[in-house]
């Protein structure tokens, strides 16, 4: 079963100036951003990566060209492959404004206790259950795509936004999304999930700072079978990487 690097986008201007940016155009990353972006490059530089989906977003792409620029144990990363699925949330009529003011609004309330039936007004406005149906599908998609062309042993990356990751962490954990807002996704942080037949494992969440190089895979001694992919969870608690 592949790997998924599930990375959010580097601190972007919008976050520093406490705006809900969603589809905005024109938000990049800020000063603070390209560094975390730049920094995580080197914490992945241990990991061979196999594929990189990307939020169609100014601040995911930059995000996502800086991990890229940094060349992986077995050289290049290879090109972005760019999703629509994986960009933010729609906040409709929330879009540009100050959060303090959305903070007051209503539906902030539902969007925080009730997040499955948030749905966001003006014509473009997308609810919170339908952003994460879209974001499921693409990351299983994408995850059985990577497994067909470059084996069980593959990792990913997908780089997108806050709400998006955990909305996707909120489904393998098997929370409903009611529940998705104890998650945190903090800027330019890694969550790890792997899909099994039977169920996901996340392996970690919201992670800034530690040791990425465990997720490479182990080689195997020549002449060594391929252990079956297994759905069990190991009683007592794992091991951890070798």
Same mark, same amino acid.
């Given at each position: ?8 986008? #580097? ?10 940016? /969603?589809?905005?155009? /024109? ?34 792409? !930059? ?28 906040? #409709? ?28 007004? #003006?014509?473009?406005? !997308? ?13 299983? !998609? ?19 936004? /806050? ?59 020549? #002449? ?11 009683? /007592? ?6």
């Amino acid at each position: 079963m592949p790997t998924l690097l599930l990375v959010r986008h #580097g601190r972007s201007t919008a976050n520093t100036a406490a705006v809900l940016a /969603g589809w905005t155009p /024109g938000v990049h990353l800020d000063d603070a951003g390209r560094a975390q972006a730049e920094a995580l490059a080197q914490r992945l530089s241990p990991v061979p990566v196999a594929d990189v989906v990307v939020s169609p977003l100014e601040r995911c792409q !930059e995000t996502a060209d800086a991990l890229c620029a940094v060349d992986g144990p077995t050289g290049p990363r290879p090109p972005l492959r760019t999703d629509e699925r994986l960009g933010e949330c729609r906040y #409709g009529d929330w879009t540009g404004r100050a959060l303090k003011d959305l903070a007051k609004e209503p539906l902030w309330r539902t969007v925080q206790s009730h997040p499955s039936a948030a749905v966001f007004p #003006g014509p473009d406005g !997308e609810s919170l259950a339908t952003m994460q149906h879209r974001a499921v599908e693409a990351v299983r !998609e994408h995850d059985a795509r990577v497994q067909a062309e470059h084996g069980d042993d593959a990792v990913w990356v997908a780089v997108t936004h /806050g709400d998006v990751i955990k909305a996707v962490l909120a489904d393998a954990l098997g929370m409903h999304l009611d529940l998705f807002q104890r998650i945190s996704a903090d800027p330019c942080s890694v969550s790890v999930v792997r899909y099994a037949p039977l169920r996901p494992f996340v392996l970690r969440v919201n992670d800034s700072g530690g040791d990425l190089a465990g997720f490479a895979p182990q080689r195997r001694k020549r #002449g060594s079978r391929r252990k079956a992919i297994s759905s069990d969870a190991v009683v /007592g608690g794992s091991t951890g990487a070798a």
